[in-house]
């Protein structure tokens, strides 16, 4: 089955190498600009001599080879990425790197969920093998969730992992899946069941790739962006709500830049705190329980995505954190309002299983412990704690009084 389409870029030459305010948006912040290199933000993830920078801004891809030629000995990077971020990035990308003497190869992926499978995996690695990398070698995740998910994994586990950088081109995972290390692909049992902690080298965040994104796409990623909101920012939800959240998605730079910055600043914290999910990184998985589950009922396609599935997931937490007398009510509604209002799913879909069968999907998830589901719940907004206490009846019973959309 040929779905994976290697195409080799080769370059010139083998020779070596602030706590957020809870105003709208202003005027000033809010009219559009033109980004240089010099406005491109920092935010460093500390973890020692692993740590690295994420940086942000818009033209970054252009920029990428001086960025990426300082962690290189060999001049060399293998180039994942998928179909319709090949068509828009990819040669600008191998041009980026030639002009900064660095060879390129690429391969590309089908564009989608499906591709996070151990069958594309295998593929992958054969052709990392086949171009002969060496444990200096560098594999570039260009792309969304799903390719940094997969690139990141198969540099984990390629000659026992090499260094890898990610490109993110979605809002996604700008915000959330290419910083933190997690790399895996999905399973029959559930998703990302199959993976690694590999921390990547660097993460280039170019702003100007959501231009090209569909609406539904933004919409997607949204949702990991107000989830850090409610984890423990609640100065953030509140500039989001009011009126930061509808400059973003209308694609005011100056809020996607503050978004995305706050985003990373966010995970960054908590993934230097504890980068193996130990304790307090469960948190964002915030709507993540309830989110997997519906994905894996919907087979992984495109009838959902996983920025919908996690919509639906905050607006469930915060139901059941009230139902449970957690939270105010209050603060339910204020979710559900947001995750309307921001275009989202914000209810089971009609097709969604019954209690019983969402309870058995839950039951496959990775963060199950001794047999019991582990919940992230709040006690209001921005207050989310790990819950590994909550009786399985009194979700199923959440969970069939749930509306349906």
């Not at 199959?194 to 997607?220: K, M, N």
């Not at 994905?295 to 449970?324: F, P």
């Not at 097709?351 to 412990?369: E, G, I, N, R, T």
Request: with cysteine; glycine share 10%; net charge negative.
């Amino acid at each position: 089955m040929s779905t994976l389409d290697p195409d080799t870029r080769p370059g010139p030459g083998d020779e070596p190498a602030a706590p957020p305010e809870t105003a709208a948006p202003s005027e000033a912040d809010t009219e559009t600009d033109t980004e240089t290199e010099a406005e491109a933000e920092t935010v460093r993830v500390e973890l020692g001599d692993r740590g690295y920078d994420i940086r942000i801004g818009a033209g970054l891809i252009d920029r990428a080879g001086p960025l990426i030629r300082p962690l290189l000995t060999v001049p060399h990077v293998a180039v994942i990425t998928d179909a319709t971020v090949a068509g828009l990035y990819g040669e600008r990308f191998d041009a980026a790197l030639a002009a900064a003497g660095i060879r390129s190869d690429r391969i590309t992926l089908p564009a989608g969920e499906e591709s996070k499978s151990l069958d594309h995996l295998g593929r992958v690695l054969d052709w990392l093998l086949g171009l002969g990398i060496e444990r200096a070698s560098l594999v570039a995740a260009l792309g969304g969730g799903v390719v940094g998910d997969l690139a990141g994994f198969a540099a984990a586990v390629a000659l026992r992992g090499i260094p890898f950088v990610q490109i993110p081109t979605t809002l996604l995972a700008q915000v959330d899946s290419a910083v933190g290390g997690k790399t895996g692909i999905n399973s029959p049992h559930g998703k990302n069941l199959i993976g690694a902690f590999h921390q990547p080298r660097l993460v280039l965040a170019d702003t100007a790739t959501l231009d090209s994104l569909p609406r539904r796409d933004v919409g997607a990623g949204y949702a990991e962006v107000a989830k850090y909101g409610l984890i423990d920012r609640p100065d953030f939800f509140a500039w989001l709500e009011s009126g930061g959240a509808a400059a973003l998605l209308a694609g005011d730079p100056a809020a996607r830049r503050r978004a995305i910055r706050t985003s990373c600043e966010a995970k960054a914290a908590i993934v230097a705190a504890d980068e193996r999910e130990s304790g307090q990184r469960a948190l964002l998985n915030l709507g993540h329980t309830f989110g997997h589950a519906l994905e894996a009922a919907a087979g992984y396609s495109d009838a959902l995505r996983h920025g919908e599935a996690v919509a639906i997931g905050l607006v469930l937490a915060y139901g059941l954190s009230a139902r449970l007398g957690l939270c105010p009510d209050a603060d339910a509604d204020r979710v559900r309002r947001h995750v309307e209002a921001a275009g989202l799913p914000a209810a089971l879909p009609a097709w969604a299983p019954d209690a019983d069968a969402l309870l058995a999907l839950m039951a496959k998830d990775k963060k199950v412990a001794g047999g019991r589901l582990t919940f992230i719940l709040a006690r209001g907004i921005g207050r989310a704690f790990i819950a590994r206490d909550v009786a399985p009846e009194a979700v199923r019973a959440f969970l069939a009084a749930c509306p349906r959309a």
